[in-house]
């Protein structure tokens, strides 16, 4: 095993992630074995998606941080220390893997969507179709369910197969649910041939757009048709947290919830995205661990 360099560099338990997010992390739910694990690697995945995104750098800005994360990622995975910027990600990361032995190709692929959502944002790139999003989503979203997978010690191909279809679902869900604020960012994840058969532009959803009746209701039929896809995939995959026994069970049941409540909400709304970003919150609680206990 290589030596230990990151016990100068210890990641301070005040750390607080200031981000909405739809599911709980680390939740007390979480195996407390485990908890630290599963945080080194949001806090690793959530500190990229902070390089891709936040503050006012240029793209060629971005994909040179990133360029250093990958860098200090492989130093990680040696054990070796890494940069002061980002040391305390990596040393919570590097005794993660020395504990866990988790993949390094699966965090690899994280940092991979976050430069390619760089490139693509900068691009201007359109998706061509649900296939393409998801081979985006077998790098930003997949390989978090297939890193807990292993931490639970589950790697059946069935299980990790349910695993991807969950973990895609809750990324098309994010980009169904942001549609007002991926678009005026240039981000554009409505897939051209969904646009196509509904005879819409990514224009239509602007907040300047000005549309009939017609093409509005349109724009609620496409969203709604991305969102019934997104939903046929969380239930595809939702017998796998009847199958992990114990909290981690538990947590999985209220993640896949929580993404079916997003969805329940967008419909609640007319699936009208375009216009406001509807989220998850403390008063949904009671809802989802009462679905939670009759999934079986």
Known sequence: ??????ANCIPSPSTKVEHYENF???????PPALRPAVAAIYHFARTADDIADEGNANPPERLAE????????????????ASPRWCPVFAALTHAVN???????????????????VRYTAAGHPYRDTGELLAYSKLSANPVGRLLLHLYGIDDRNSLAQSDDI????????????IS????????????????RHGLSRDDFMASAQVDAATDKRRAQAVA?????????????????????????????????????ILDKIEAGGFRTWEHRPTVGKLDAPRLLWRALWMG
């Open 66 to 81: 990133l360029a250093h994360y990958r860098a200090d990622l492989e130093l990680a995975l040696t054990g070796a220390e």
């Open 181 to 196: 604020v991926d678009l005026p960012r240039q981000r554009h994840y409505l897939p051209s041939d969904c646009l196509k």
């Open 225 to 261: 048709s991305l969102c019934h896809d997104a939903r046929e995939r969380m239930l595809r995959g939702a017998p796998l947290a009847k199958r992990i026994p114990g909290r981690a069970g538990w947590e999985l049941r209220l993640v896949v919830q929580g993404g079916l409540r």
């Open 99 to 117: 504990d866990h032995a988790l993949p390094a190709t699966l965090l690899r692929d994280l940092v991979s969507a976050f430069e390619q959502d």
């Open 167 to 178: 973990c895609s679902a809750l990324q098309l869900i994010n980009f169904w649910q942001d």
């Open 24 to 30: 709980p992390v680390a939740s007390l739910l979480c």
């Open 1 to 6: 095993m290589p030596p230990d360099r990151t």
